[in-house]
């Protein structure tokens, strides 16, 4: 605690208070900083500057620089000074005014100001403590003895009659300095276990905060990829709409002046048959039998050419009168490339997926709308013919390999025969040429309920070994000319190997029959269309 000098250094000469927010002029002398703001203030007028400390005179008004270092003093010394007053212990020595206590004796049972502890005893015996504890809680209870020991076996301080004569008796105790040293001791362990789970609590909140970043990042691209995805679609949709709404106007308009054409002539045609319907009744209305045999004969009223016209007419009416619905729905079929973009954009294969290919889908097999499982239907899906669209009920990926090692799993689900296997995109897509495994364009495992083989080339080999699970793995190594097949079980079981130098990209194929197959990717590298 600062004696009562270092206090009167710290008092300001102009207001004599210690000092508030101090500062110090040039010459190094520090008042409060209102007080020399309003002694500066009073020298403007003479334009004369002086330090009220030393008189010291300045040409311009003098610039304050703040003493922190005293601030800091000042600040701890008004917390000295209300912790003090809240204690309300005053020397017991101090008899004429009342100072604070900074130690209390427990020897002594006094409190002592800095004065009296200057002259107090130094001996072990008197034991000092601040003087906010109170003195009883540091004497025994029951002997009323300063407490000296701690008691091992019941974890308590005891005094010196409590260890001879007490009900600690006998018990294994120990001086609180050592006691407290070896509790210390326990307590800095149990904080340096802390400060390290502290520091990995710490830790996986900056993993977690990172991972946060990175879902948020990510679904931030996410969504800007799916806006642009989405505002592409609806760009195309209205691109397709403005094409098929123009196609049948220009058949609307096409149609309206075919019409406009036959009505005309159907209306000239209207337009002379009354003179000739009055013709022939004057003939008919005739006496005389000479004037109506000279007229000429009746079938020459009508005119030949103009009675073909009327054919022409008939058939026209017959044959037109629609829409040709067959190039609308041509051009409506662009939906089937819209909605398989929509997918392959949702379901962006990464580099270690793989995903099918509607347009090589035959109709009689469904494609989920993650791109990986393909189901047989008995419901032809009347998908829009194409060149690379396999007759049968077959699929095949959309991503081929030409390097690296990749592996994937199939596995299928209710299926009266499946194969599953790798193929060429040159493979045919029609006839019985076209099946996985019945060309040189492709290899394949192949079930039929309960029996295995694999084929290539059209060469079958019957596997002895039965196969009990529905789960199989599938190995490319491109480089080394290898594809295996493997059956998913614990221990994996190795099925069969084919060798090849292969000259094409490899994409995955499936063959399903009743049920489905879904096809998933596990591994690989080097992946590339």
């Not at 931030?220 to 195309?236: K, M, N």
Request: charged share 30%.
């Amino acid at each position: 605690m600062a004696s009562a000098d270092v206090r009167a250094e710290l008092l300001c000469s102009i207001c004599l208070q210690t000092y508030t927010d101090p500062v110090m002029l040039k010459c190094g002398h520090n008042f409060c900083g209102v007080c020399i703001d309003r002694v500066l203030d009073t020298q403007d007028e003479s334009g004369v500057y002086t330090c009220p400390g030393c008189r010291e005179e300045f040409q311009e008004r003098p610039a304050l620089m703040r003493c922190l270092a005293l601030r800091n003093i000042m600040e701890n010394l008004l917390v000295t000074q209300h912790k003090e007053t809240e204690t309300g212990i005053f020397c017991t020595y101090c008899v004429d005014s009342p100072v604070p206590a900074v130690k209390s004796c427990l020897m002594c049972e006094a409190f002592l100001c800095e004065k009296h502890l200057r002259v107090h005893s130094k001996s072990s015996e008197h034991v000092l403590y601040d003087p906010s504890t109170s003195l009883e809680n540091r004497k025994c209870s029951v002997h009323k003895k300063i407490l000296e020991y701690y008691c091992t076996e019941d974890s308590a301080c005891i005094c010196v009659s409590c260890s001879l004569v007490g009900e600690h008796k006998g018990h294994q105790v120990e001086m609180l300095d050592e006691a407290s040293k070896k509790k210390k001791g326990k307590l800095r362990n149990i904080f340096q276990k802390l400060t390290r789970k502290r520091k990995e609590t710490k830790k996986r909140v900056q993993n977690l905060e990172e991972r946060r970043r990175k879902a948020q990042e990510k679904a931030s691209g996410e969504a800007e990829r799916v806006t642009a995805l989405f505002t592409d679609i609806r760009r195309q949709l209205d691109d397709l709409e403005k094409r098929v709404l123009s196609e049948i106007s220009r058949q609307e308009k096409e149609e309206s002046l075919s019409f406009s054409s036959l009505i005309q002539k159907l209306e000239k045609k209207k337009d002379e048959l009354p003179g000739r319907m009055r013709h022939i009744e004057e003939l008919y209305n005739m006496t005389d039998p000479l004037t109506v045999l000279q007229e000429p004969d009746t079938g020459d009223l009508c005119d030949p050419e103009e009675e073909g016209g009327d054919e022409d007419i008939n058939r026209y009416l017959h044959d037109v009168g629609d829409l040709d619905v067959a190039v609308i729905s041509d051009k409506l079929h662009t939906l089937c490339d819209i909605i398989t973009d929509i997918r392959r954009g949702i379901y962006m294969e990464g580099p270690a997926d793989i995903l099918l290919d509607v347009n090589t889908a035959g109709n009689n097999i469904i494609i989920s709308d993650d791109l990986k499982t393909a189901t047989w239907t008995q419901n032809n899906q009347n998908r829009p013919e194409r060149a690379e669209r396999f007759q049968d009920y077959q699929v095949m990926s959309s991503r081929g390999f030409t390097s690296g090692r990749h592996y994937w799993d199939v596995e299928s689900s209710g299926s009266v025969m499946c194969r599953v296997g790798m193929c060429y995109p040159s493979i045919d897509r029609r006839g019985g040429q076209s099946y996985i495994g019945y060309n040189n364009k492709s290899w394949s495992l192949w079930r039929y309920y309960n029996q295995y083989a694999v084929r290539h080339d059209g060469k079958e080999i019957r596997l002895p070994d039965k196969i009990s699970g529905d789960r199989v793995r599938i190995c490319l190594d491109y480089e080394v000319g290898q594809l295996s097949f493997y059956e998913l079980c614990v221990p994996i079981r190795h099925l069969h190997t084919f060798t090849a130098a292969f000259t094409e990209p490899l994409h995955a194929a499936l063959y399903v029959l009743g049920g489905s197959i879904k096809i998933s990717m596990v591994g690989g590298e080097t992946c590339q269309k």
